[in-house]
């Protein structure tokens, strides 16, 4: 029972008592009930009004989050992308024993050479996928 029911109910009470609404005591009863009538309404309109608050807050809150989907994912690399390149490797030239680090463009490309020592070379990754299925 909501608290305007409650209010009707003490109403239905009030009545089936048959006061003399000349009393004085009878008079604040009435007066009382009204309040309590006005204070379960407004009470019942402000539920209503909250309700409605919680209902666009959660509209907006998925508003936001779509703009932010938007906004802040092209910051983030999936390491997938087309944006940066991909990861990078470090690998060690054949020729000169130099350490480079490279892009997985640069790794695939068939003009891979050592910027130390210029000389080109080619990356066999059959053998590392062998490798790795042996263990």
């Known amino acids: 029972m909501n608290l305007t029911e409650k209010a009707a109910y003490l109403k239905g009470l ?47 809150d998925e508003d936001l989050t779509d703009i932010e989907n938007v906004i802040f994912d092209d910051d983030e690399c999936d390491e997938d992308c087309d944006c940066c390149g991909g990861e990078e490797y470090t690998i060690t030239c054949p020729a000169c024993g130099e350490t480079v680090t490279v892009d997985e463009d640069t790794l695939l490309s068939e ?11 080619e990356i066999d990754f059959d053998d590392e996928e062998e490798g790795e299925d042996k263990e």
């Open 14 to 60: 009030m009545e089936g008592l048959e006061l003399d609404a000349s009393k004085k005591e009878v008079k604040v009863l009435n007066a009382m009930y009204d309040m309590l009538e006005e204070l379960a309404q407004t009470v019942a309109d402000l539920d209503e009004d909250v309700d409605q608050v919680y209902d666009e807050l959660d509209a907006i």
């Open 111 to 121: 003009d891979l050479s050592c910027p130390a020592c210029g000389e080109s070379f």
